[in-house]
């Protein structure tokens, strides 16, 4: 079975564009969360969604937006990109968000590299 | 913000050699997760320990737990060169009621020399 798939691998923006990231979860899988990973720092939590409601928010200004489709894909948009918005951004997918993640790891696709010039 | 903070930062140990990776964090937890990151790549999760285990194995990981300190521990035995990477620990935080996400320290960067 595939893993989580995320595209594109990589992007290369400018500042003021506009960026869209897609994400595909593991067959079977109804929660998708979002990470942003500044070079050499720990994952920091973007948004979660499952049944294509969201189930939180980090702290990321509204530029950061996200949604979560039928067949359970989801689509992380960022508007207005600053230089800071450069970093590599993951997605997560996990069976069931409802249940504890006790019982449940989250499993990762290898993420989109952007870079804003 | 982390909520957890890995040491150390760097480690480099030869091959054969064990290699012994701490996490602390601020706030009580449910469980606590340890995932690995080679360069460039998503994070595979190593291993899950819940809050009422003070240890568990798979292979040749040791997480060990202790609530008290607010820290865990990740002994990687018998090191190969494949093991290195960036190893991270990740807490659980209360999004809603039964929804979490994981909140990240900062990592260790783990190097085995040949």
């Known amino acids: 079975d595939a893993g989580v798939t995320q595209s594109p691998t990589h992007l290369i923006k400018t500042r003021g564009q506009h960026v869209t990231l897609r994400c595909s979860p593991i067959s079977g899988h109804k929660s998708v969360s979002w990470y942003q990973q500044v070079l050499g720092q720990g994952p920091q939590f973007i948004f979660q969604?499952?049944?294509?409601?969201?189930?939180g928010r980090g702290n990321f200004p509204d530029r950061f937006s996200a949604r979560q489709f039928p067949n359970y894909s989801s689509e992380l948009n960022v508007n207005a990109l600053l230089l800071g918005d450069s970093a590599l951004y993951l997605c997560a997918s996990s069976l069931d968000g409802s249940l504890s993640l006790s019982n449940q790891p989250q499993h990762f696709g290898d993420g989109t590299r952007l870079s804003i010039l | 913000s982390q909520q957890g903070e890995e040491d150390p930062q760097a480690l480099s140990i030869q091959e054969g050699e064990n290699a012994t990776m701490n996490c602390s964090y601020k706030t009580s937890i449910n469980n606590l997760q340890w995932y690995r990151q080679n360069s460039g790549r998503g994070l595979v999760h190593l291993i899950l320990i819940r809050s009422n285990e003070r240890e568990k194995h798979s292979g040749r990981l040791r997480v060990t737990l202790d609530t008290s300190k607010k820290s865990s521990s990740l002994l990687i035995t018998a090191s190969r060169a494949a093991d290195t990477a960036s190893y991270f620990c990740?807490?659980?935080?209360?999004?809603?009621?039964?929804?979490?996400?994981?909140?990240f320290g900062q990592g260790t960067r783990l190097t085995i020399n040949p």
């Open positions: 990740a807490t659980d935080k209360e999004l809603i009621q039964g929804a979490q996400k994981l909140v």
């Open positions: 969604y499952y049944e294509k409601e969201e189930r």
